[in-house]
């Protein structure tokens, strides 16, 4: 770590500190990463059914995940009144702006795995 990234680092409040814990955490569950990823790639609403068959993954971690999601203010959940009755998911604005962050963090991980 470089000696100005030590500087940052040390001038964070413990309260942000906390938030990017927090973050890390979200985004290490199981298959996030990968809900947020095919969330981004569509940027239009997508069907709780469409999203599970596209993540690849049970239909209980994807409705957990949706669910963190949306209590992080990172998804919105829209159900229609129709019978059955159709749900919707949409990234936020915020979620939107996080996936720079994130494409670079891929970005990284792709660079060093090409050179191992």
């Given at each position: 770590m470089t000696l100005e990234q030590t500087n940052r680092l040390n001038s964070m409040c413990e309260e942000a500190k906390e938030h990017v814990d927090e973050l890390l955490v979200l985004l290490s569950?199981?298959?996030m990463l990968n809900i947020l990823y095919v969330m981004n790639c569509d940027h239009t609403p997508i069907r709780f059914s469409e999203l599970?068959?596209?993540?690849?993954s049970?239909?209980?971690?994807?409705?957990?995940?949706?669910?963190e999601l949306e209590a992080h203010?990172?998804?919105i959940r829209t159900a229609y009144p129709t019978v059955p009755?159709?749900?919707?998911?949409?990234?936020?604005?915020?979620a939107i702006s996080l996936a720079p962050s994130l494409e670079s963090l891929f970005d990284w991980v792709l660079d060093r795995a090409d050179r191992q």
């Open positions: 569950k199981s298959k599970k068959r596209r993540v690849e049970s239909s209980t971690t994807v409705a957990r995940r949706l669910s203010g990172l998804v009755t159709t749900v919707e998911y949409a990234l936020t604005k915020d």
